[in-house]
């Protein structure tokens, strides 16, 4: 029986940059705990040798000729940006302290 | 054939070989939506201006062209799909304002292939959810019950459709989110086998299982829509290099002497009486046509469900990350204090994201995070290939698996938001498709006691959606249920 502790939840919540509540924290460690006790009966199962599907339907690796074309105008790109900056970047918050 | 009569595509070619306009047409159909959307909420954009600017421009070229196989035809687009020029934000906060830079390739298809942009339509957030609450723009309704689900996740495609409000959407299916509200809106919902259909420009939820998928009010319409939009694009490594069979040919042809599997035992438990009945009843029109129906156990059924929560949301965590605050829409407000790079990741995903699609975050952070990874998300890919194993024996011996789409008919709104668990056990009969990437296809196949529609899903081999459409429309000459309209929709009468 999978057991979730909140610190698991905290601990989670840090790698998948959440700024959970703590509302949340507590909701979320009701609700995964009791969704991960579900996922307990994978482990009846067997699988041994058994393959790993990761793409659904086989293909062969896909190639292209690496040719330069045109990609989307810096402008463009800009446009759904929170911040533009107004010099042709995104601008974002400091990144060291 | 006058404009307010029109349902169908065949209605649509009708009305303009007598004279209609594509921009009458366009009219009509924005007539319809201003007239009875509002309850509904299936459209988050109303594409007005731009949709008949591009009606005009049909007109100009002529509804006779031959390279229009979809002159004039409205298409209504599921909020997750990128339309240039026009909102798309997965009905997700952290999107609000963004405008798509760029076309989806299924959207250049339909372009090219003359149909008309009509709207953008409601979705749970990110696609993540089969009841259309999950959005920031608040429910979509079910045309059928204004106090119930459409389904989900692409509940504002299906309700849309089948209110008469526009012939066909585009969705998307990950694990039956066209299917479900399909079924649930009593219209046609076919999720193309993996890679059949691009899917550059969707915004990307689970790509592994991610489909991009026509909802119809006929299997014929739906056939039609799949042909406009399926084939290899070089802007999606994962589309399919086989040809693209004529779908419009093959519906002509019945398949001889089908046989029909049904998994009866893993029907026994959990399935709505009434359900079962109208699925019964459907199997029934089937054995009459000549049919032959048989057993299959597919032995790893049950463990569908659990299996896809693991693979969808690891997948999903992984392509969510991009939402950061750095170059899409939206950025918390931040104190210039405290403000560092992190904070601001951190509160934009708290502020930007709902509770389901945080929740299927955690959910697949921990399965990929270090020490749980073999358990979880390897033992979920494994286990995927004994459910594909389970079908490909089936196939030995049938030409399409059916089921009932889902257990229940459309339940009540907010009746299952305290409980996400009970919520994706609803998915029982649907999340197999998309983790084995076979096509499907539900069907409206009758009504409960109370008037809801139900569905019939049948599963066919990959790259075969030509039984499933063929096997389709032979159901539905026989049993016409597309031709009942829900209380909500337009009057085509």
Redo the contacts between chains.
């Keep these: 029986m999978t057991t979730l502790k909140r610190t698991d939840v905290e601990r989670i919540a840090a790698l998948a940059h959440l700024d959970l509540t703590e509302s949340e924290t507590e909701l979320f460690t009701r609700q995964l705990g009791d969704i991960l006790s579900y996922f307990d009966r994978l482990q009846q199962i067997d699988t041994t040798g058994v393959p790993a599907t990761t793409h659904p339907v086989a293909s062969a690796p896909v190639m292209r000729a690496d040719e330069p074309r045109p990609s989307m105008p810096r402008d463009e790109a800009l446009a759904n940006a929170p911040d533009p900056g107004g010099d042709g970047l995104f601008r974002v918050p400091k990144v060291i302290g | 054939m006058t404009a307010s009569s029109i349902q169908t595509i065949a209605d649509i070619r009708a009305a303009m070989t007598e004279g209609l306009t594509a921009v009458e047409i366009c009219a009509q159909y924005l007539e319809r939506i201003a007239a009875h959307d509002g309850p509904l909420h299936a459209f988050t954009h109303v594409a007005k201006e731009h949709a008949l600017e591009r009606a005009a421009s049909i007109d100009r070229r002529g509804s006779q062209d031959p390279d229009l196989p979809l002159a004039g035809v409205p298409v209504a687009v599921k909020d997750n799909i990128c339309t240039r020029g026009l909102p798309t934000t997965a009905s997700s906060r952290i999107l609000e304002?963004?405008?798509a830079?760029?076309n989806a390739t299924v959207i250049d298809r339909l372009t090219r292939a003359g149909a008309v942009v009509i709207g953008k339509t409601n979705c749970d957030e990110f696609a993540m959810g089969s009841t259309t609450e999950h959005s920031v723009s608040g429910p979509t309704r079910n045309p059928w019950d204004l106090e119930r689900v459409p389904g989900g996740s692409s509940g504002g495609s299906a309700a849309a459709v089948a209110a008469r409000l526009s012939p066909i959407a585009v969705g998307s299916d990950t694990g039956g989110s066209v299917r479900q509200p399909a079924a649930f809106c009593g219209i046609v919902g076919l999720k193309p086998?993996?890679?059949r259909v691009s899917r550059y420009g969707l915004l990307a939820f689970a790509s592994?299982?991610d489909q991009i998928s026509p909802l119809a009010l006929t299997v014929s319409d739906a056939a039609t829509l799949l042909q406009a939009i399926a084939g290899q694009d070089?802007c999606d490594?994962?589309s399919?290099?086989e040809a693209v069979p004529a779908f419009d040919a093959a519906l002509r042809e019945p398949v001889p002497h089908p046989t029909i599997g049904v998994p009866w035992k893993i029907l026994e438990d959990g399935v709505d009486p009434n359900v079962r009945t109208a699925f019964s009843a459907a199997i029934n029109v089937f054995r009459e046509q000549g049919a032959q129906i048989v057993d299959v156990p597919l032995p790893?059924a049950t463990?569908a469900v659990?299996?896809y929560?693991?693979v969808a949301p690891a997948e999903a965590?992984s392509n969510l990350?991009r939402y950061?605050?750095?170059?899409?829409?939206?950025?918390a407000p931040?104190d210039a204090a405290d403000?560092?790079?992190?904070?601001?990741?951190?509160?934009t995903?708290?502020s930007g994201?709902g509770?389901e699609v945080?929740?299927r975050?955690?959910?697949g952070?921990?399965a990929l995070?270090a020490g749980y990874y073999d358990?979880?998300y390897?033992?979920?890919?494994?286990?995927?290939?004994?459910i594909?194993r389970d079908y490909n024996t089936a196939f030995e011996r049938v030409d399409a698996v059916a089921m009932p789409t889902t257990p229940t008919p459309a339940f009540g709104l907010g009746e299952r938001s305290d409980d996400?668990?009970q919520l994706?056990l609803g998915d029982v009969f649907t999340v197999s498709a998309?983790?084995?990437?076979l096509p499907a296809i539900s069907l409206p196949c009758g009504y409960v006691a109370s008037g809801l529609p139900v569905g019939l899903q049948l599963t066919g081999r990959?790259?075969d959606e030509e039984t499933l459409l063929r096997l389709g429309a032979g159901y539905e000459r026989d049993a016409p249920w597309w031709r009942d309209t829900p209380p909500a929709a337009a009057s085509t009468g």
């Design positions: 304002g963004f405008v830079p760029y086998t993996y890679g592994s299982l070089p490594a994962t399919a290099a790893h463990y659990p299996t929560y693991v965590s990350a950061d605050g750095v170059r899409f829409a939206y950025r931040l403000a560092d790079l992190t904070s601001m990741y951190n509160r995903r708290e994201f509770a945080k929740r975050i955690m959910l952070t921990y995070s358990a979880y390897l033992k979920a890919q494994q286990i995927r290939t004994l594909r996400p668990l994706y998309n983790l084995t990437g990959a790259f």
